[in-house]
C-alpha cells in the first residue's frame, strides 16, 4: 500500500517563528488532507490539496504531485498551534480506500 | 456548516462486552468510513461503507467487528467481544460521490477496563 512519511517527527519553536511541515507520499493521490489534532484529540481538517497551492489565514499548503510530496506552512506560530499534525492521503486506485495517515509532526509552540 | 456527530464522546466498557458506536454523517454523503487511533499512534482505516456494504476493509477490521447503516442517517460501528486493545478514538468520516475529501466527526474514546 502507499506510505507517507512527515518530517521533522516533532519540533519546538517560539511563539511568532514560522514552520514547514513536510509529508512525502509514494505514489499518486486522488486525495491528500492535513489534519491538526487538537489537545482533546479531535481532528480538525486544515487543508483538502491533492494538488496546488491553498491559504487560510496564517496556514497554507503546497503540494507537488508530480514529485509527491505536500508542505505545510504555518506563519507567527501562536501557542494554540500546539498539537500534532497529521498529513493523510488516499491511493488513486479507485474504490473507496480509506486515507493513509503518516505518523504526524508533534509541534509544541513555547510562550 | 453540515458536520459528521459520533456518540458517545466517550464510553468505558469491560473486557468481553459489545460495545456500539454510532456516527450520523452529513445528509447527502453516501460514502461512510471508520478509522481507529490508539493512544499515542497514528490513525488507521478500519473500513469504508458505499450502497449499503463494505467496499473496503483492513487487516485490523476482523471478524469482531461490524457496521451497520441501520437507517438513512445513522451508521454504526459494533465490537462484538471488546478486548483491552480496542482501547482507542473511534472516529466516523463521511464524503459524497465524485470528490475525495472526507469529514471526520469529533471521535469516540472508547476505553476497556
Known amino acids: 500500500g502507499i506510505q507517507v512519511e512527515q518530517s521533522p517527527p516533532d519540533l519546538i519553536l517560539q511563539e511568532g517563528a514560522n514552520s514547514t511541515l513536510r509529508c512525502n507520499f509514494s505514489?499518486?493521490?486522488?486525495?491528500l488532507q492535513w489534519f491538526h489534532q487538537n489537545p482533546w484529540g479531535q481532528l480538525i481538517n486544515l487543508f483538502y490539496?491533492?494538488?496546488g497551492t491553498k491559504q487560510n489565514g496564517r496556514l497554507s499548503a503546497t503540494t507537488v504531485a508530480t514529485e509527491r510530496y505536500s508542505l505545510l506552512y504555518i506563519s507567527s506560530s501562536q501557542t494554540t498551534d500546539s498539537g500534532v499534525y497529521f498529513c493523510?492521503?488516499?491511493?488513486?486506485?479507485?474504490?473507496?480506500?480509506?486515507?493513509?495517515f503518516g505518523k504526524g509532526t508533534h509541534l509544541i509552540i513555547q510562550p | 456548516e453540515p458536520e459528521v456527530t459520533q456518540t458517545p464522546s466517550h464510553q468505558v466498557t469491560q473486557m468481553g462486552q459489545e460495545v456500539i458506536l454510532r456516527c450520523v454523517p452529513i445528509?447527502?454523503?453516501?460514502?461512510f468510513y471508520w478509522y481507529r487511533q490508539i493512544l499515542g499512534q497514528k490513525v488507521e482505516f478500519l473500513v469504508s461503507?458505499?450502497?449499503?456494504?463494505?467496499?473496503?476493509k483492513s487487516e485490523i477490521f476482523d471478524d469482531q467487528f461490524s457496521v451497520e447503516r441501520p437507517d438513512g442517517s445513522n451508521f454504526t460501528l459494533k465490537i462484538r467481544s471488546t478486548k483491552l486493545e480496542d482501547s482507542a478514538m473511534y472516529f466516523c468520516?463521511?464524503?459524497?460521490?465524485?470528490?475525495?475529501?472526507?469529514?471526520f466527526g469529533p471521535g469516540t474514546r472508547l476505553t476497556v477496563t
Open positions: 490539496i491533492p494538488s
Open positions: 461503507f458505499y450502497n449499503n456494504e463494505i467496499s473496503e
Open positions: 445528509s447527502n454523503h453516501l460514502y
Open positions: 493523510a492521503v488516499e491511493d488513486s486506485g479507485g474504490g473507496a480506500d480509506g486515507l493513509t
Open positions: 505514489d499518486s493521490v486522488n486525495n
Open positions: 468520516a463521511s464524503r459524497i460521490p465524485y470528490a475525495y475529501e472526507q469529514y
